[in-house]
């Protein structure tokens, strides 16, 4: 079965900290794996996408994850968390079914908090 | 100009109605999906269309009922509307699946929401 774990239902930083924002899949096959951010009251936005070129994968705002196969995880991080970083937090596994569609399969969301 | 657009952002309405939400985007993409988001967060998919084909139909009530005129709309309507179905709904697209566009068939595009509230 596919699916996609964010390990921590809530993170909580004081500004200028790293932030790191956890996400396990599991898949028989390579998935496009995505984060998206969602401030409240609004939309969802893309952050950055995975889709086997490099594992290091650098998104907007400063915000960066990698891909480890060996450990199926696409962990985000950023160096220095800001006050507008506060915000819900998306991991998103995308699979490729057959007649050429694809299955997004949504992480339970990881709720960021910044503590000035 | 909006991407993705969706009326009405809000939707406050009686048990036992009947009604819609519309979506539209004007990126020329092929695929557009229907997402429910919960109270605690959780979005969970309920359709896609690809091409106006229905592409995507995962466990949701008979009530609910996609519509797509065209592939740059999707209509969602909903019948005899219960309290569990308030939420915030999402409408969303992607360019063609990833075997015409590598690597970028798949990225989603979201509209605002509609916050439905079923009293």
């Known amino acids: 079965a596919q699916s996609v774990t964010q390990l921590d239902s809530h993170v909580s930083v004081s500004e200028g900290t790293p932030v790191l924002l956890r996400c396990n899949y599991s898949s028989s096959y390579s998935p496009s794996l995505f984060w998206y951010v969602q401030h409240p009251n609004k939309g969802l936005q893309l952050l950055l996408k995975y889709t086997s070129a490099a594992t290091l994968v650098k998104g907007i705002n400063g915000f960066e994850a990698e891909f480890k196969k060996s450990e199926t995880s696409f962990h985000l991080t950023k160096p220095s968390a800001h006050m507008s970083d506060a915000a819900e937090y998306f991991c998103?596994?995308?699979?490729?079914?057959?007649?050429?569609?694809?299955?997004?399969?949504f992480g339970r969301g990881t709720s960021l908090i910044v503590h000035p | 100009d909006t991407a993705v657009s969706q009326t009405p952002k809000y939707l406050v309405t009686q048990m036992g109605n009947d009604k819609s939400i519309k979506c539209e985007q004007n990126?020329?993409?092929?695929?557009m999906y229907w997402y429910k988001q919960d109270s605690k967060k959780f979005l969970k998919i309920m359709f896609s269309y690809n091409n106006k084909e229905l592409i995507i139909n995962e466990t949701v009530p008979n009530r609910f009922s996609p519509k797509s005129p065209d592939k740059a709309h999707l209509n969602l309507h909903i019948n005899s509307l219960e309290l569990g179905d308030s939420a915030v709904y999402f409408c969303?697209?992607?360019?063609?699946?990833?075997?015409?566009?590598?690597?970028?068939?798949?990225?989603?595009?979201f509209g605002p929401g509609t916050r439905l509230t079923v009293l």
């Open positions: 998103v596994v995308s699979f490729y079914a057959s007649g050429g569609s694809y299955i997004p399969t």
């Open positions: 969303a697209s992607s360019p063609k699946p990833q075997r015409y566009l590598a690597g970028e068939g798949d990225t989603q595009y």
């Open positions: 990126l020329g993409h092929d695929t």
